[in-house]
Each structure stands twice: as C-alpha cells, then as structure tokens.
C-alpha cells in the first residue's frame, strides 16, 4: 500500500514592511479587500488619478468654510485660499476682504495607499510667503466619501502655514448614483 503523502506546511508570511498596510489574518485565498467596507472594496487598487475621475463633477466649482475669524474657499483642482471679509453694509455689494492669503495653487494627486485606498489627496504648494516661517503656505485636501452635505468638512492648521482640508462627497461613496457621479459609474 502506498503511504500517505504528509501534507505541506503553510507558507509563511512574510514581515510586512514599515510603512505598508498589515494583512495580518488574510490568507491568499481571501481577496486583498476582505474585511473591508463594500466602499472600500470598490475603490482598492485603484490608482490616484482613476479616483481622481470620480471627482470630475466637482470641476469649476469653489466651496467655503468659516472657521470663526478665517474663512477658506477651496476651489476644486484649483486653488485654495484663507481670508477674513467685512460684510457689505448693502445686500448688493461683495464683501470687503480685509486679509487674504493663498495657501497653495494645485500641483497633483497623491497615490491612495499614502493615504487609504478608499481617498484622493490633492497637493496645494506655491502660496503666499508666510512671515512666521519665511516660507510659502501649503496645503493638502483629502477628498473622502460623505453622505451628507458636499464641502469642506474641516480644515487643520498641522504646522505654521501648512494645512489639511478634509472635504466630503458622495462621489466617492460606493453605490453613488450615476447622476451623484457625473453620469459615469
């Protein structure tokens, strides 16, 4: 009679390098997504500027954000820019602004595993020359899923004249509608 064949050991799994996502617990048999949000899942392995598309309807558009004494208006792939108005003693007139800065002018997308598979991060640089720093200003916006209002959700001074903006949208939330989406799916 033929003796029976020992089965094989489990490969092992390698160390995960500093800096990668863990996989810890994820055998090579379950998809790189398991354990994920069904949001999550969709957008994994997609590059930047694959998610970047998804944020197509938002071109040409500008949204703002007070936070108290400065208010900051992103302009979609654009600009972003820090200033502190007077409201117009008339309805018809603009607001006078009193201080205004660039924070930064947009210069490209960050690839999404710096920052989670399921985000788009826009680089700002080249703002107006900070004193406090003698540098220029500069920003990222971190574009994530929001079911609820499209904008700035907040905005984070991280170090002297350096920002992050987290801005949300349903345009990257799984099973966004074509029309949420700009009529691509």
């Known amino acids: 009679p033929k003796a029976a064949a020992a ?20 055998t090579p048999e379950q998809p790189e997504t398991a354990g994920r949000t069904p949001q999550q899942a969709e957008t994994a392995g997609r590059t930047g500027a694959q ?3 998804l944020l197509r ?12 004494f400065w208010s ?3 302009c979609h792939a654009s600009t972003i820019r820090q200033y502190h108005g007077v409201e117009p003693k008339h309805k018809r007139q ?10 930064g002018k947009f210069v490209g997308v960050i690839n999404p595993q710096e920052v989670g598979g399921d985000t788009v991060m826009h680089q700002h640089n080249g703002g107006s020359h900070c004193v406090e ?4 200003r500069s920003a990222k916006v971190i574009y994530a899923c929001g079911h609820g209002n499209e904008g700035i959700e907040s905005v984070n001074e991280d170090s ?11 345009l990257l939330c799984s099973g966004a509608t074509p029309s ?6």
Do not use: K, S
């Open 7 to 26: 089965a094989a050991p489990p490969p092992e799994q390698p160390e995960t390098p500093p800096g990668q996502p863990e996989t810890a617990g994820r």
């Open 51 to 53: 998610l970047n598309t």
């Open 57 to 68: 309807p938002l071109e040409g558009r500008c949204f703002v954000r007070n936070e108290g």
């Open 72 to 74: 900051f208006e992103l």
């Open 94 to 103: 603009r607001v006078a602004n009193v201080q205004e800065h660039l924070i």
């Open 133 to 136: 720093i003698d540098g220029l």
């Open 160 to 170: 002297t004249c350096t920002y992050t903006l987290v801005f949300t949208t349903p």
């Open 180 to 185: 949420a989406r700009g009529g691509e799916e």
